[in-house]
């Protein structure tokens, strides 16, 4: 039987939330623990992105690098990787399914219900729409990019 901590994706979005999302996972990790951290930079499709590639790969290595420095003083190994997409829930879901997930972990980014509604959160996506489990991790109070 497959545990649900065997092969983790970790979806992050910056190195605030590298670091906050390491803290909160840390305590479900063992040493048989695989953990794939992927950053996911979203591409307008056809519109106008917020900024350039290179200053979002700039953005995702930073956050990888936060992310190695915890995990290597745990002697825990990640594998990173950017993933490219219109909809960053449904790239989250076809890495996890590429990468052999048995769940995905992540730090919900705030908003409500309302904001939600409007903009249609990778949070609710990820929760309605997963092929595979999910842990949502506390938030410890430390703010990062709306989702």
């Known amino acids: 039987m497959t545990d649900l901590t065997d092969r983790i994706l970790v979806p992050i979005a910056n190195e605030a939330d590298a670091v906050g999302t390491?803290?909160?996972?840390?305590?479900?990790?063992?040493?048989?623990?695989?953990?794939?951290?992927?950053?996911?930079?979203?591409?307008?499709?056809g519109g106008i992105d917020k900024a350039s590639v290179e200053q979002r790969r700039e953005i995702a290595e930073q956050s990888f690098e936060a992310?190695?420095?915890?995990?290597?003083?745990?002697?825990?190994?990640?594998?990173?990787?950017?993933h490219y997409g219109t909809d960053v829930a449904e790239t989250i879901n076809d890495a996890a399914a590429e990468h052999g997930a048995?769940?995905?972990?992540?730090?919900?980014?705030?908003?409500?219900?309302i904001l939600d509604f409007l903009s249609g959160s990778v949070r609710t996506k990820l929760v309605t729409d997963s092929d595979v489990p999910l842990i949502v991790l506390p938030r410890d109070g430390t703010e990062t990019e709306e989702d």
């Open 102 to 113: 048995t769940t995905i972990a992540f730090r919900s980014r705030g908003g409500g219900r």
């Open 22 to 45: 390491y803290d909160a996972l840390s305590m479900y990790l063992d040493a048989d623990t695989e953990i794939v951290v992927i950053h996911v930079i979203e591409k307008a499709g």
């Open 67 to 82: 992310m190695r420095g915890l995990a290597e003083s745990d002697d825990v190994p990640i594998e990173t990787q950017i």
